[in-house]
């Protein structure tokens, strides 16, 4: 049980351009939802607080004009990378939270041309 | 032996000894651990967890040890198998939140 599935798990886009990575908790309702971003060889940051039915909540640093986040049912959320470049190329990975546990999903590698 | 690389330390030991990862966390008013494992390419996976009411817990083959007066956490791994290697992170959560904040990480690579 507590399966969260990110789709898809890689994408090459071009710089300028926007592209969306969805996360789905498979088996269980996820009243909230967390977005983290992975540089190579570093540790898992924080990007943002996704709670159902109401806006995100975003880590100082993080822009959320950029990074759009929208978390429409208990199932899905998705995070939107608009205007990418090649400084957003990195693994985002979600998690999804079950009785104040995270669990997580298998990540999204994006890499900006 | 243990060294510092650009960004991640890195722990090599032998297949069948015993592997010890450091953590330091930051805040004293975190009240629960957790250790997660991270292969590469992949998410991270949950290996055991402790609360700030306890300074030991045993899983198979794991233990995590808690030290409050000086906010470090540990974690054990018996006789190391090549599947252990990988990326290990220390993370913590504070009271009256879910959010999780991440150590720095630590390499293991198990060497036959």
């Known amino acids: 049980g507590a399966v969260v599935s990110q789709h898809p798990s890689w994408v090459i886009c071009k710089s300028g351009t926007s592209v969306k990575i969805e996360c789905r908790s498979l088996?269980?309702?996820?009243?909230?939802m967390f977005w983290y971003r992975q540089f190579p060889k570093q540790s898992l940051m924080l990007m943002a607080t996704?709670?159902?039915?109401?806006?995100?909540?975003?880590e100082q640093g993080v822009e959320k004009d950029k990074f759009l986040i929208n978390h429409a049912s208990l199932t899905l959320s998705t995070l939107t990378v608009t205007s990418a470049h090649p400084e957003d190329s990195s693994f985002y990975i979600c998690?999804?939270?079950?009785?104040?546990?995270?669990?997580f999903g298998p990540g999204t590698r994006l890499t900006v041309t | 032996g243990e060294s510092v690389g650009l960004h991640l330390p890195t722990l090599s030991v032998q297949e069948g000894d015993n592997s010890i990862i450091n953590c330091a966390y930051s805040?004293?008013?975190?009240?629960?651990f957790i250790w997660y494992k991270q292969e590469s390419g992949k998410g991270p996976q949950f290996i055991i967890d402790?609360?700030?009411?306890?300074d030991k817990r045993q899983g198979q083959r794991v233990t995590v040890l808690l030290n409050k007066t000086v906010k470090h956490l540990s974690l054990q791994i018996a006789a190391t198998q090549p599947g252990d290697s990988a990326v290990y992170f220390c993370?913590?959560?504070?009271?009256?939140?879910?959010?999780?904040?991440f150590g720095t990480g630590t390499r293991l690579q198990v060497f036959p």
């Open positions: 996704s709670n159902e039915g109401s806006k995100a909540t975003y």
């Open positions: 805040n004293s008013a975190s009240d629960y």
């Open positions: 088996d269980f309702q996820a009243t909230t």
């Open positions: 993370a913590e959560k504070m009271e009256d939140t879910d959010k999780l904040i």
């Open positions: 402790i609360r700030s009411n306890m």
């Open positions: 998690s999804a939270t079950l009785a104040s546990e995270q669990y």
